[in-house]
Every structure is written in structure tokens, then in C-alpha cells.
């Protein structure tokens, strides 16, 4: 996901970690097979703004690393 | 229908955002109640509201996304409950939003609650082209939905008639279950028989819950199991490892991955059955995202959010500042009615130095704390403070912290002049437990405005020539030792990987006056409640430690007699013109009579000097000489860094009556400077150490007994004094000494 560019989209392919931090990133609806967009990043490249399920969520690239994303 | 209860409970909760605080302040009204959930910093809010003779409780809830062990947050929400009884759950969700939201909803009817949604902020939803068939919503869920709208307070009487018509039903809450697929429904199901049969913790919780949990390695019911039964819990974990393997192997993912895929399945497949009905596409950019592009834009984001943080500042310590002078007037009004009024003595000392001045202390941060907290919030409810988090997560990251953590920063003096003890209160937006202690330990760092003072009077003695470079290098230095500090304590003490970052960025809304006016209210009343006792506690026993034990009779013999030398030396003329002044603070003296009033201040300063040497505080100050000489401190320094635990201002007029110079005003420093210039115990380096030392010793105790209420320990604020003190010892002793071995400094 760290490489996709502003405004790009992508559907999830997986969410390769557990514990805290997998639960927060399944919980907040980056599960399989779900469409992201990437809305924007913070003035220093990171975190990073997505839209998913029509609503924003912001997470740090090193989050992001843990999700494969399909892109268009 | 049921039978009709005079009292019921529910308890009310829902995502973040989701307008739960605007729903619970719009049901409750004034009648609510804010304390804590025992044993942890989680705040507890409770209210009532009656509705055709029934009395309704209601607890609001945590905001939480969901369920799990990994906040306090959420295990407070989920004990609650499980352990309180409740006649029904309102759990309020978002309209526009309502995917993510009913994510929540699952879990609650998985916890075998009677839940009743109410869905909220309709109108939103409208205006944004989203539709939801609420009956329909409600038949494919099999609970009781009703539309609101909490800011006008629309469908609050329907969603309180609900709750209180479930309440009077006594049919039992049905038996919720979705699939989560074969695998992981067989494993389910021989958990569920094992569960039932040995009746493994189902006191508390459903069966298929417990085997649920399980599946996702809840350390807490795991734990709470193994202590109940630790053969049915080591079985329950048996077969959680033997399909977590089979998963490995055939679709490489987890049995808590393929919990939250299939909830969110579930939740998709009811909407899709024509719930949700959208005029627009989903993620189409709202007003929201329009203002998002130019207020986090790369080089605008930046430059907006100072200005709004600078903005911030001068509307807490600004507007904040008449009260504070209200306030002082009014307790040197009663200062100096009370010192009129009352014979010299021991009781009036404690009356006034002791009691009035530290009451006077406690509320005097009152105006300062309603101005942040009001502030605070309006950029919490607008939804700007998670884009500063955004945006400045990068930095404070690195050293450990949250973005958040920026708040109480500027509010305890990033920008020079703050005050930790909002600051410190500020940390409540944090809601990551490490990043939040670490930065209620380096928060008072600061240049606060107390210290200010201490910095002006020591700066413009001796450094008269570079005051704006050295001001600007104070304000450096105190940023730069408290994010190399908060890296330190995140690699030390509160060590621990970083709390995940994984935010909402919540559509711009208007915050409601109610809810501003009520959330400043809620906290500035339990600072004075709770707070203030202590605080009014500590500075008597602060003050008893600068009086006591007073000197003893022949020494207040000596200048007594002293007075009365200079008093029979002087011409009658001049007495006589002091005794008349004694009345009339504005006479005029003539030369004679100055001359001899200076005198007489002299031997009073003196003899200030004596007792406050005498004192506890004194005696302390003198004992720590041989090691505070390291530092370039004497026994005055020391008294006065003692005195500056009370209120960092206070070092300055202590170090006033340590030079016999009476009390100083921390305003007027100039002669105590010149003071301080002449005395051979000074030089520049000795100011720079104090200068360092002042930045990084103990917080002042109003501080101290605020970090221990936001950490919820003690501990923390014991650590926070002893710590910081050792590490101002050891950069101010470093400084000095290898200043002193160089020469650097020393003219």
C-alpha cells in the first residue's frame, strides 16, 4: 500500500499481520476484498488518508506496509 | 407490551463521531454525573431523564469502534456490560456512515445484550444523497431501529419509549449468531458443546461469545478462563490451534482475520438487501474532503495549523488573563481583609500565607483550564485535532509520542509562557496509553509562564547583552530535552511497540455550544473537586515548611533591639512622620524619615533571611549545600528552587528574602538581579545551571498532582518529581563543571 500514489485505488488482498495492530486495521473495515482509495498524505509523506467504506482513515506508512493491495 | 418499570437502566454506546455525547447531553440534559470507572482513567458519565413516570438512567459508554482487549476503553465498555444489568443498550450509529458503524452493533448482539439502534444524524446522511430504509434495516436485523437526529433532539422521545417498552418485556434477549464459514463455525461449535457443558464462564457471557473470544486470542477472557478452569480453557485453546493450522495451511490468513471479514460480510449483505440507497457514488468527495485538500495541503496544512495552534494559545492565555486578575483581586482582597482583621501570629500566617493563598492557588488555574478545555474542544468536535495528529504524527512518532501530543506541548509552554497543568490535562485526547504518559512526564518541561520570571531575572542579569538569543535558546532547549526525554523513557520504562496509529479523519462538523460548554464545565468542576483538595492540602504544608520552626526568642531579641536602636537614634521629627505614615501607605517622606523607614526594612529583611534560613525548608536547603556546590548552588539557591515546588515564580521572591531583600515582586527583578550580579557566589555559568536546572526539575506540585490524576497513579507522579529533579541535577552539574574546568562563562 506505501507505494500506491495519491488518488490511486486498490481492492485489499490481505492484512498480513496480527494482534493489536491487525485487529485496529480489521475493525476499522480493511478486510479482504476491499475497495481503498488513497485520499492524500501528511505534509511529511506520512501517514496516509484513505477512503474506504465512504468514510476517511488515516494510518502511518509502517501500518500500511502490513496491507497488499490490488491496484487499478 | 410489558409491564410498565418506574426505573430502568441502559446504557448508551456507539462508534466515535457518531454524535453519542450530543445524543447523551440531549437526553439527560443537566442532570448528569461524570466519574470514573473504578480502578482506571476511564471516565464514567451518567444521567437521568424521565419519560411518562419512568426514571431513566442512562451510562454513556466509551466511544469505541469495537470490543476488544487491547484499550481500556473498550474493556470498561464490554465489563460494563456484562457485569452492570441493563434493561436495554442504545447503541447510536452513524447514518452516513453506517457500514463501520454496525461493526459495533455485531459485536454488542454477539455479547447477548438487547440492543436498540438509534440511527443517527438522518439528516446528514440526507444531504449527502444516502437513504436508509430504517424498518427494513430493522426486520433484516431483528432489532429496533429509530432514526434521530441528536443535535435537534429529533426521535429522542420515541428511542426512550423503546428502551423503556424492551425494559417491560420480559422475553429473554434472542440467541444472535452469524457464520464466520465452515472451519471456523465446526471449531465454533465444539467449543460451544465443551462451553455448555462444563459451564465454562457462561455466568457472564454466551457460550458462542466466549468460544468467539477465544478464537481471537482475547488475553483477558483467555485469562480470566485459565484461572476458572484451566483444563476446559487449555481444550478451548487446543482447538483454536488446530484450525488456526488447517487456516495456515488451505487460505493463509487467521481465525480473528476471516471474525472481522465475515462481520463485515454480514453487515454487507443486509445493506445490500436495499437498506442503503445512495443518489450519489459512495466515495464521492464531500464538503468535507474539499476543505481536507487545502487545510492538510503540503505547504497551506503546515502554515494553517500554526496559525490555528498560535490562535489556540492566545485564546486560553489572553481571554483567560481578566478572570485570573478577578481572581487574584478578589484573594488579595480577602488577603487583606483577613490581615487587617487578625492580631500578628501564627494563625494569621496560616490564614493568609496558608489557607487564602493556596485556595486562592487552586482556583487561580480555574479560568486557564475552562479556556483550554474550551478550546481544545472546539477543535476536538470540529474534527481538527485528528488532522493535526495527521499532520505532525511524523515528528512526535519518532520520539515515541502521538501527534496529539502536540496540545499539551504548546498548552504547557511550547510557545514560552503556557501553564503544564491544563497542558497536562490536555494529554486527555491521547488516547494511546504509552504515547499519553510519555508525554505527561516530558510536558512540563516547558517554559511555562511561571517560570518565565525565573528566567527573565537570570537572563537579564547576566545575560543583559543576548536576552532575545538566550530566551530563544531556553525555548529550544526545553523542546529538545523533552522529545530526547520521551524517546528515552519509550526505550526505557514505558517501553512497548507504538500504540496503533489506525485513526478516523471525521467530516468537518459545527460543535454545538451545549456540547462545548459542557465538556469545559465537566472538567474544570473535577479539577476543583478533585484536585483541589490536595493541592489546597500541599500548600499548607508547603507554607509550614517556609515558617516553621521559627526563630527562636533571642534571636527575634536581637532584631527587635536592633529597631529599637535605630528608632531611638533617629530625630523625633522623623518618627513621629513614620508613625503618621503607618496609616497612609501614599505619604510622602521626607529624607530623615526614608532614611530611617530603609533601615528598618534592612533589619525585617534580615531577619527574613534568618528565619527562612531557620525554617524546614531552610535547614534542607543548607543540608544539600555540599551536593548542590556541584551545580554552583548555595543553601539560598536551594531554599528557593525548594519554594519554587510550590509555584516556579516562587523561586524569585524566595530569593528575594534569601538576599534580605524581603519579599520580591516576580515582576519587578531588577534590583534583585543587581543583587544576585554583585554577589560573589554568581556568575554567568551559575545562572546558565540554574537557568538548565529550572527547565528540567520536578513540576511544580499543582503539576504533580494533575499527572497523577490524568496516569491514574501516583507512581507516575512520584517518578516524574524524583526523576526529573535527578536529570536537571545531572545537565546542571555537567554544565558547571565543565564550565568551571574550562572558563567558559566565568567573568
Known amino acids: ?72 | 407490551m410489558g409491564k410498565q418499570l418506574e426505573q430502568i437502566s441502559i446504557a448508551l454506546g456507539g462508534n466515535p463521531n457518531s454524535g453519542k455525547t450530543t445524543l447523551f447531553n440531549s437526553l439527560t440534559g443537566a442532570r448528569q454525573h461524570v466519574g470514573n470507572y473504578p480502578g482506571v482513567t476511564v471516565e464514567k458519565k451518567e444521567g437521568f431523564a424521565s419519560q411518562n413516570g419512568t426514571n431513566v438512567h442512562i451510562v454513556d459508554l466509551p466511544g469505541t469502534y469495537s470490543l476488544t482487549a487491547y484499550s481500556q476503553d473498550e474493556v470498561v465498555a464490554r465489563d460494563f456490560l456484562t457485569e452492570s444489568k441493563n434493561e436495554a443498550v442504545v447503541n447510536i450509529v452513524d447514518a452516513s456512515n453506517l457500514e463501520r458503524n454496525l461493526y459495533l452493533t455485531v459485536q454488542l448482539l454477539e455479547l447477548g445484550v438487547p440492543v436498540c439502534l438509534a440511527l443517527n444524524m438522518v439528516d446528514v446522511a440526507e444531504s449527502r444523497g444516502i437513504t436508509i430504509d430504517d424498518k427494513k434495516l430493522s426486520n433484516l436485523m431483528e432489532i429496533p431501529v429509530i432514526p434521530t437526529i441528536a443535535r435537534t433532539g429529533k426521535g429522542k422521545e420515541e428511542l426512550l419509549n423503546k428502551a423503556i417498552e424492551m425494559a417491560g418485556d420480559a422475553k429473554p434477549s434472542r440467541n444472535f449468531s452469524i457464520s464466520y464459514g465452515d472451519d471456523l463455525d465446526e471449531a465454533l461449535n465444539e467449543m460451544e458443546t465443551i462451553i455448555l457443558k462444563s459451564n465454562f464462564l457462561i455466568g457472564s457471557y454466551p457460550a458462542r461469545w466466549v468460544g468467539i473470544k477465544y478464537l481471537e486470542k482475547d488475553e483477558l477472557v483467555i485469562e480470566k478462563g485459565d484461572k476458572i478452569n484451566k483444563a476446559v480453557s487449555s481444550d478451548l485453546i487446543k482447538i483454536v490451534e488446530s484450525v488456526s493450522k488447517h487456516l495456515k495451511n488451505t487460505l493463509n490468513t487467521y481465525p480473528e482475520a476471516l471474525i472481522s471479514d465475515y462481520r463485515y460480510g454480514y453487515i454487507s449483505s443486509i445493506l445490500k438487501q436495499g437498506v442503503v440507497k445512495r443518489s450519489h457514488e459512495e466515495n464521492r468527495l464531500e464538503l468535507s474532503d474539499k476543505i481536507d485538500k487545502v487545510v492538510t495541503n503540503r505547504f497551506l496544512g503546515p502554515l494553517i495549523m500554526a496559525a490555528i495552534i498560535y490562535g489556540l494559545y492566545q485564546f486560553v492565555f489572553t481571554y483567560s488573563e481578566a478572570p485570573v486578575v478577578w481572581f487574584e483581586n478578589f484573594f488579595g482582597w480577602l488577603n487583606g481583609l483577613a490581615s487587617d482583621n487578625m492580631s500578628d501570629g501564627l494563625l494569621k500566617s496560616l490564614v493568609v500565607s496558608g489557607i487564602i493563598d493556596g485556595v486562592g492557588g487552586v482556583l487561580g488555574f480555574v479560568p486557564l483550564i475552562m479556556f483550554m478545555f474550551f478550546g481544545i474542544s472546539i477543535l476536538e468536535d470540529s474534527g481538527y485535532l485528528a488532522r493535526v495528529a495527521f499532520m505532525l504524527d511524523k515528528v512526535f512518532a519518532a520520539f515515541g509520542l502521538h501527534g496529539n501530543s502536540v496540545m499539551a506541548f504548546i498548552v504547557s509552554g511550547g510557545i514560552a509562557g503556557g501553564c503544564a497543568v491544563p497542558g497536562v490535562m490536555a494529554s486527555r485526547t491521547l488516547k494511546s496509553p504509552r504515547e499519553k504518559l510519555a508525554t505527561l512526564l516530558t510536558v512540563p518541561f516547558m517554559n511555562c509562564g511561571a517560570k518565565l520570571p525565573v528566567m527573565a531575572l537570570l537572563v537579564g542579569a547576566f545575560f543583559g547583552k543576548n536576552e532575545a538569543l538566550m530566551m530563544l535558546l531556553i525555548t529550544v532547549i526545553a523542546w529538545g530535552g523533552a522529545l530526547l526525554v520521551a524517546k528515552l523513557l519509550r526505550m526505557t520504562v514505558i517501553s512497548g511497540p507504538p500504540t496503533p496509529f489506525v485513526m478516523e479523519l471525521p467530516p468537518y462538523r459545527l460543535p454545538t455550544m451545549r456540547g462545548l460548554l459542557t465538556h469545559t464545565w465537566e472538567r474544570t468542576w473535577q479539577y476543583i473537586k478533585k484536585a483541589g483538595t490536595v493541592i489546597l492540602g500541599i500548600s499548607i504544608i508547603l507554607w509550614a515548611m517556609m515558617t516553621f520552626p521559627g526563630l527562636p526568642e533571642s534571636d527575634l531579641a536581637v532584631f527587635e533591639n536592633q529597631r529599637n536602636e535605630v528608632m531611638e537614634a533617629a530625630s523625633a521629627e522623623a518618627v513621629q512622620e513614620l508613625e503618621a505614615a503607618a496609616d497612609n501607605d501614599e505619604a510622602e517622606l521626607s529624607e530623615a524619615a526614608a532614611a530611617v523607614q530603609d533601615q528598618l526594612f534592612q533589619i525585617d529583611g534580615r531577619e527574613a533571611e534568618k528565619a527562612l534560613r531557620h525554617s524546614v525548608a531552610g535547614s534542607i536547603g543548607t543540608a544539600l549545600e555540599p551536593v548542590s556546590k556541584a551545580a554552583g548552588f548555595d543553601w539560598r539557591t536551594n531554599i528557593a528552587l525548594v519554594g519554587g515546588f510550590a509555584a516556579k515564580e516562587v523561586v524569585v521572591s524566595t530569593l528575594g528574602t534569601a538576599y534580605s531583600m524581603g519579599e520580591v515582586d516576580p515582576e519587578e527583578t531588577g534590583s534583585l538581579g543587581e543583587a544576585l550580579q554583585k554577589s560573589p557566589g554568581w556568575n554567568p555559568l551559575v545562572a546558565l545551571s540554574l537557568i538548565l536546572f529550572t527547565i528540567f526539575y520536578a513540576p511544580c506540585f499543582v503539576t504533580v498532582v494533575a499527572i497523577a490524576r490524568e496516569a491514574g497513579s501516583w507512581k507516575w507522579a512520584g517518578f516524574s518529581m524524583v526523576f526529573n529533579t535527578a536529570l536537571a541535577f545531572g545537565v546542571a552539574a555537567t554544565v558547571y563543571q565543565i564550565g568551571s574546568a574550562t572558563g567558559f562563562l566565568i567573568g
Open chain 1, 1 to 72: 500500500m506505501r507505494q500506491m500514489k495519491t488518488n490511486q485505488s486498490g481492492t485489499i488482498v490481505s492484512v498480513n499481520v496480527t494482534g493489536e495492530l491487525g485487529r485496529r486495521i480489521r475493525d476499522m473495515g480493511l478486510t479482504q476484498g476491499t475497495p481503498v482509495t488513497v485520499q492524500g498524505r501528511a505534509p511529511l509523506r506520512d501517514p496516509v488518508a484513505l477512503r474506504v467504506r465512504g468514510f476517511t482513515l488515516s494510518l502511518r506508512n509502517s501500518e500500511a506496509d502490513y496491507i497488499d493491495v490490488e491496484v487499478e
